[in-house]
């Protein structure tokens, strides 16, 4: 019978703690930007508060839970990306809406 040299306590866990937070951190955010668009399309669309009512909303929520979370200035910096780009879609959404 093969004799094992494990003992309890003692293996190298960094990479698989690295490996689980990354993981955590990924889904916080992943579920948190979900939050933010789904929540931002039903105020606007199924709700019907104008756009950019929504989307003030939707940002103060986004700043809230990233200083609740402690997400650190790369969230705070996400959301903003995530404004400017609402606003882009929203241009061209009047750009095109005049065109046709």
Known sequence: MATHEYHRGEMDIRDQKATWDGFITGSVWGGLLIILM?????????????????????????????GFMNLGGRWMATVVVMIVLALLVQAMIWLFGTVL
């Open 38 to 66: 789904v929540g931002h399309a039903v105020l606007a669309i199924a709700i019907g508060l104008p756009w950019a009512v929504s989307l003030g909303i939707m940002a103060i929520v986004g700043f809230g839970a990233g």
